[in-house]
């Protein structure tokens, strides 16, 4: 299920990157006393009574202003205002109703969404202010006194907040459809692929980059299984993403591989290997997804019998924290191994969700600290007494220890390449917990 996103907006100086700062619980928005500071979105992951939620801090909404850079800003409030599923209206008390408050609040009903009235800098606890009164005006319900700089009724607001959430899914059977992301930098193909395993047009196809702006959702029935294509805006480098439509686009595609259970990096054959590719493939390998490289417009290559021999030693390199990821050569324009790369969708959604019994990972685990001893550390060596698995998507098992000091990086890596070697797990990355028994248990 994918994590709820919470927007704040409001007028300039308000304090909406203090109280965005005070919600997260770290200092990531820059926060002055100019009106302005925060001209780009943030956004930043979020917790409350168990629930996990994606805020954005939106720059000031100036309603009536024609100046570029507040129009900027308020085109780019709209887009978080669209993403979002709860919006957080923000205003000031000692400035009381202003004729901007005013204005906004008909843009913020219009959006349907669940919408909840921040009074902010109320940094007197106690009792309500009496100023706080004068906000019922906007027709918006019950305001929410808080105080950004110090915390004061933070907590009644994301009780709030929490509450328009919807309930979070039951464990059960998983559905049989696989979601998948495809995701990339712009104008490698990504729109082209999925018309392609469409049979149609669903998607514009145009050769400016960045003609996709959002995350579209697209089922698909035939003879490999039942499948949803999310076909996202690409992800460009941060100094690229320049206005708000942009930035809106990299946060649909973070969601997109949030959403899918397999995300297929779509590479350019024609440029190569990029370091933005490695980021893109860096968050879905962080987010525990099932992983696959295709390499795109590989008909438009000039080759010989040895150049996809080459160009995949490059790419094994290349993306050598994701080593257990398959690497395919494909065209979307002529569908030269496409049928292969939905094929290899379904095998490394089985794998990234695979489980392995006890027993069967303790006899491995016996194997493999008999051919290579646990490392010492002053005299002391490592004891890992068993290893069980804890859960799936991505395989993650807990390794039973001594102490955690002495589980260095290498003896990890190396168990993985073993649980790798007997089970196989392409495709996916795996996790291994270290937990320190309890001396009782010794």
Known sequence: MPKPIVA??????????TLFNKLVGKRLAIVEDTPGVTRDRLYAEAEWCGREF???????????????????????AQLAIDTADVILFVTDLHSGVTASDADITPLLLRSGKPLLLVVNKADTPGDAPLELYDFYSLGLGEPYAVSSVHGHGTGDLLDAVVGHFPPPEEPGEEDDRIPVAII????????????????????????????????????VDNSYGKFTFIDTAGLRRKSKVED????????RSLAAVERARVAVILIDALDGFTEQDSKVAGFAHEEGKACIIAVNKWDAVEKDDKTMGEERKKLENDFG?????????????????????????????????????????NSLLADATARVQPPTDRGKRLKIYYMTQVSTRPPTFACFINDKKLFHFSYKRYLENQIRGVFGLQGTPIRILPRERDRKDT
């Open 8 to 17: 704040i907006v409001g007028r300039p100086n308000v304090g909406k990157s």
């Open 54 to 76: 994606l805020l954005i801090d939106t720059g000031g909404i100036e309603p009536n202003s024609d100046d570029g850079l507040l129009r900027r800003m308020r085109q780019q």
């Open 184 to 219: 990339g930098r712009p104008n490698v193909g990504k729109s082209s692929l999925v018309n392609h395993i469409l049979g149609e047009e669903r998607m514009i196809v145009a050769d400016e980059a960045g003609t996709t702006r959002d995350a579209v959702d697209s089922d």
């Open 244 to 251: 708000g439509v942009e930035r809106y686009s990299v946060l």
């Open 321 to 361: 924290f994701m080593s257990y990821a398959p690497i395919l050569f494909i065209s979307a324009k002529t569908g030269q191994r496409v049928g292969k790369l939905m094929e290899m969708i379904r095998f490394v959604d089985a794998q990234n969700a695979m489980r392995i019994t006890t027993g069967k990972l």
